[in-house]
């Protein structure tokens, strides 16, 4: 009689959402990891934060066909990539590594640990690429591939398809940058990275290049890779949970209060202030400093409202969150009287944001 066992799941948290579940990606089996699968008779099968991966076991809870070490690997596709990008802090803390618009993701396991480590991908690339870069100090460079297992891996032959030893001297260009042909078609599917220092090869690394080598998922549209590394087992088979945990994004919030009714705004005093007594966990209580516009401000609204305009800022950034923050009130003061002009300001669309700013208009 055939059971089954779970051999692992992958569920996506992220902290923007209120039940911190995450439903925006999709895992793409790559046709290595579907040959395997296939072969090992598992079964893949998704859910809305991520999927488990089940297995054929027998009565005794050891898999029914024997667990080799192996390496499953898996294209990341986002279902709304706009709203995904704007509310996620993607950046690297340690080492600093700001996420870019041609950047990938690659998340891998370390491993029964159940918390995905997460990196940024310089590419994902297929057998061969060509590598430029600038570092104008310097006129000579010494490049080298490797792993996190492994040094000087070959990527250069000659005529002949010998290999050319590693470490590699590149010489500048006559345009003054640096660029070598990486040829990556005599090495396995995975992560790379490419080190170049100086021509001494001494010292720190000048620049580091990370790479994933799959011609497959570098024809797809795919937002990153993950890499799922599976111990050999003989032994009755236990779930390993793997989760990963996105963290929204914060800015400081702008509104910009456009006087559309002509009123002498010299009369009165206009302020924004955070009037929230819910306590919420996420949210604190900011405060909003209003002055005229700056000259440095280019925001097209300065030009195309041609009316007076207050802008108030937050003092500091405010995350990004599904449950919206209230108690933002808009009010004016003349003399001892105050007035309310607006009771829960919108908060900014995440999608608008512009850098570490999220900006909203207010007209009055």
């Known amino acids: 009689m055939t059971a089954y066992r779970k051999l692992f799941s992958v569920n996506v948290l992220h902290n923007y959402y209120e039940d911190s579940l995450c439903q925006d990606l999709d895992f793409i089996p790559a046709n ?6 296939r072969n090992q008779r598992w079964i893949y099968k998704a859910f809305d934060t991520g999927f488990n991966l089940i297995c054929e076991s027998d009565l005794d ?12 690997y898996f294209g990341i596709v986002l279902k709304q990539a706009a709203k995904f990008l704007a509310i996620t802090n993607l950046n690297e803390a340690n080492p600093q590594k700001n996420f870019l618009s041609n950047k990938k993701i690659y998340l891998t396991n370390n491993g029964l ?10 590419a994902i690339t297929g057998d061969l690429f060509n590598f430029n870069f600038d570092l104008p100090d310097h006129e000579e460079v010494t490049l080298r591939l490797k792993t996190a297992l492994k040094n000087d891996l070959i990527i250069e032959y000659d005529s002949n398809g010998a290999p050319i030893s590693s470490p590699y001297k590149i010489k500048k260009n006559i345009n003054g940058t640096f660029g070598k042909l990486i040829d990556l078609s005599k090495l396995p599917d995975g992560l790379y990275i490419i080190s170049v220092k100086n021509a001494a090869d001494s010292g720190n690394e000048l620049l580091t290049y990370k790479v994933f080598k799959s011609a497959e998922l570098q024809s797809q549209a795919t ?16 779930e390993a949970k793997f989760s990963i945990s996105f963290t929204r994004k914060e800015t400081f919030w702008k509104y910009y209060v456009i006087n559309q009714s002509g009123i002498d705004l010299e009369d009165f005093d206009l ?11 996420v949210y604190k209580n ?13 925001d097209p609204i300065n030009k195309i409202a041609d009316v007076p305009i ?9 995350p990004f969150f599904e449950k919206v923050k209230t108690g933002l009130e808009l009010s004016k003061k003349d003399g001892s009287t105050e007035v309310i002009l607006a009771k829960n300001l919108p908060n900014p669309m995440p999608e608008k944001q512009a850098g570490e700013e999220s900006k909203v208009y207010v007209y009055v």
Not at 32 to 37: N, P
Not at 286 to 296: I, M, Q, R
Request: net charge positive; aromatic share 8%.
């Open 113 to 122: 640990n159940k918390n995905l480590k997460y990196s940024i991908l310089d």
């Open 310 to 318: 207050v802008l108030f800022k937050s003092n500091i950034k405010i």
């Open 286 to 298: 900011y405060t909003f400093a209003g002055k005229p516009v700056p000259a440095d401000d280019h």
């Open 223 to 238: 937002f990153g890779v993950l890499h799922i590394s599976i111990p050999a087992n003989e032994e009755i088979v236990e």
């Open 61 to 72: 809870q050891k898999a029914k066909i024997r667990i080799g070490e192996s390496n499953l």
């Open 32 to 37: 290595s990891s579907r040959i395997l699968m």
């Open 271 to 281: 302020f924004v202030k955070d009037k929230s007594t819910e306590g919420h966990p």
